[in-house]
């Protein structure tokens, strides 16, 4: 089992920055890829970004490639999602989500754990 706790959200103007954290507790944290995903109200959930076990390997959503940057930090157990550039339509709820499979390109499906979210809004 692996509990996941997001911090980090808040309100932001257009063009600033945020950088969220998820930290992990349970199982070894260096055997999961680590994803971060969204939500914002009346929508679908979206795919943001996913890291590989050892932080080697990064995939991005379209909209975010270039003003995110995902992380992590396995001897702290946390990765981590710098946004910049923020836009009022990345306003959302964002997870962090643990998965146990050999790839980091991965469908919400295929994530085994999931944190409860943080708030993220950016006003215009």
């Known amino acids: 089992q692996v509990q996941l706790v997001e911090s980090g959200g808040g309100l932001v103007q257009a063009g600033g920055s945020l950088r969220l954290s998820c930290a992990a507790s349970?199982?070894?944290?260096?055997?999961?890829?680590m994803g971060w995903f969204r939500q914002a109200p009346g929508k679908e959930s979206e795919f943001v970004a996913a890291?590989?076990?050892?932080?080697?390997?990064?995939d991005y959503a379209r909209s975010v490639k270039g003003r995110f940057t995902i992380s992590r930090d396995n001897a702290k157990n946390t990765v981590y999602l710098q946004m910049n550039s923020l836009k009022p339509e990345d306003t959302a709820l964002y997870y962090c989500?643990?998965?146990?499979?050999?790839?980091?390109?991965?469908?919400?499906?295929?994530?085994?754990?999931w944190g409860q979210g943080t708030q993220v809004t950016v006003s215009s």
């Open positions: 989500a643990a998965s146990g499979r050999n790839s980091y390109i991965l469908g919400p499906s295929e994530y085994d754990y």
């Open positions: 349970g199982r070894p944290f260096s055997s999961y890829a």
């Open positions: 890291i590989n076990w050892n932080g080697g390997n990064t």
